[in-house]
C-alpha cells in the first residue's frame, strides 16, 4: 500500500468514470489514507427469487501505483452475500468490465437453498491476431446454508488442482456422516475426511480455465442438490438410496490399497522371477518405492491406507431430517 493518501484531485479523477455509471462517491465509509474509495449502495432489480432488490456496493482499491482493485460486494435480502474483485492498471476499464458481468450471476436457488458464488474476473490476451482477448469469470469461492449445515467451497485458484468443499454443522446441531456421503455422486468426489471444524472433500476439475468454472459451477448445483434432498431425510434413507453407488466408492478405495501394496511388493517379488538383467520391468520394480514416495509428493492429499467399510445404513443420530424452505 502506498505511503500516500489520496488527495482531492485524484479522488476526482478516480470517481469520475464511476459517477458516468450512476455511482456515488460514499466519502464519509472511504479511506484517503489507505487508498480505498467506497461508492454508496445501489440497487438492481433481482428478476429471480431473492425479492425485489439486489444491493451492490463497490470498493476500489489502489494497493500499488500501477495496480487498482475493484471489488463488487452484493447482497440479496436474505443476507447472503458474494462478491466479483477485478484488478488492473486503469479504473475507468474496471468500471466497464464489472459491468459487463450482470448482478444476477452471484445467487443461485436450488432445492430451496441459496448459493453465494464469489468470482474473480481475470484477463485472458487473445493467442488470435488482431481478436480482443476476453475475460475470464473465475470461481473464487461459494457458500450456502442447508439448514443444519453450512457447504463452503473453496475453488482453489491458481493451484490447477482439485476444489474443497467443507461442511460445518450450525451449533447444537449433531451432524456425523458417512464419509462416502459426497463420494456415491461419482468420480469427481472424494470420501469425507473430519477436520478441526467439520468435514472436508476434494472435487476433481478440469486444470485450467475456461473449462475449470463452468465444470465447478454444474458440480456445486450437485453438491447441493444431493445434500439439500438428503439431509432433508432420515440418515437411514441415504443407504437405501445409494446401494450400488456405496459399494462403487469400497471398489475405488479398494483398487487404491491394492496398487499402493503391489507397487510396495514388486521389489522383493523381482527376486523369484527370471527376467532379463536389461527388463525394463525389473528396472520398474526395483524402483517402484521411490517412485511411490514421488507419487505421495505429487498429489494434492495422501490416499486413506485404511481398509473401507461395508456400506451400512448411518445411525439415526448421524442428523436430525431438516426440510429446506
Known amino acids: ?38 461508492f454508496k449502495p445501489r440497487e438492481y432489480p433481482s428478476k429471480t427469487l431473492f425479492g425485489p432488490t439486489l444491493t451492490e456496493t463497490l470498493v476500489l482499491e489502489n494497493p500499488r501505483s500501477d495496480l487498482y482493485r475493484l471489488v463488487r460486494n452484493m447482497r440479496i435480502p436474505s443476507g447472503e452475500t458474494a462478491t466479483l474483485r477485478v484488478e488492473g492498471s486503469d479504473p475507468a476499464n474496471l468500471v466497464e468490465r464489472l459491468d459487463r458481468i450482470a448482478a444476477q450471476v452471484h445467487f443461485q436457488v436450488c432445492r430451496g437453498v441459496t448459493i453465494a458464488r464469489s468470482y474473480r474476473l481475470i484477463y485472458n490476451p487473445s493467442s488470435v491476431r488482431g481478436v480482443p482477448g476476453q475475460d475470464n469469470l473465475v470461481l473464487r469461492e461459494a457458500k450456502a446454508d442447508l439448514g443444519n449445515i453450512e457447504l463452503t467451497l473453496d475453488a482453489g485458484i491458481g493451484t490447477r488442482g482439485p476444489a474443497e468443499v467443507h461442511l460445518t454443522a450450525k451449533p447444537e446441531q449433531p451432524f456425523a456422516p458417512p464419509d462416502d456421503l459426497l463420494a456415491v455422486l461419482g468420480w469427481s468426489w472424494k470420501p469425507l475426511r473430519p477436520i478441526k471444524n467439520g468435514w472436508r472433500s476434494l472435487l476433481r476439475l478440469p486444470a485450467s480455465e475456461p473449462k475449470r468454472t463452468p465444470a465447478l459451477e454444474q458440480k456445486l448445483v ?104
Open 1 to 38: 500500500m502506498s505511503d500516500n493518501p489520496l488527495t482531492h484531485h485524484e479522488i476526482l479523477t478516480l470517481v469520475e468514470p464511476f459517477s458516468r455509471s450512476g455511482r456515488q462517491l460514499d466519502l464519509a465509509a472511504s479511506d484517503r489514507p489507505e487508498r480505498r474509495l467506497v
Open 222 to 325: 450437485q453438491t447441493v442438490e444431493h445434500l439439500a434432498l438428503t439431509l432433508a431425510e432420515p440418515p437411514a434413507r441415504f443407504h437405501r438410496r445409494f446401494p450400488v453407488a456405496r459399494w462403487v466408492c469400497v471398489s475405488r478405495r479398494l483398487a487404491g490399497i491394492l496398487v499402493v501394496l503391489g507397487l510396495l511388493a514388486a521389489g522383493p517379488l523381482i527376486m523369484f522371477m527370471d527376467l532379463a538383467p536389461g527388463s525394463i520391468w525389473r528396472f520398474l520394480a526395483f524402483h517402484s518405492p521411490p517412485f511411490l514416495m514421488i507419487g505421495f509428493f505429487m498429489v494434492k492429499e495422501m490416499p486413506l491406507m485404511r481398509p473401507p467399510r461395508i456400506p451400512s445404513p448411518p445411525p439415526e443420530t448421524a442428523w436430525v431430517p431438516t426440510a429446506v424452505t
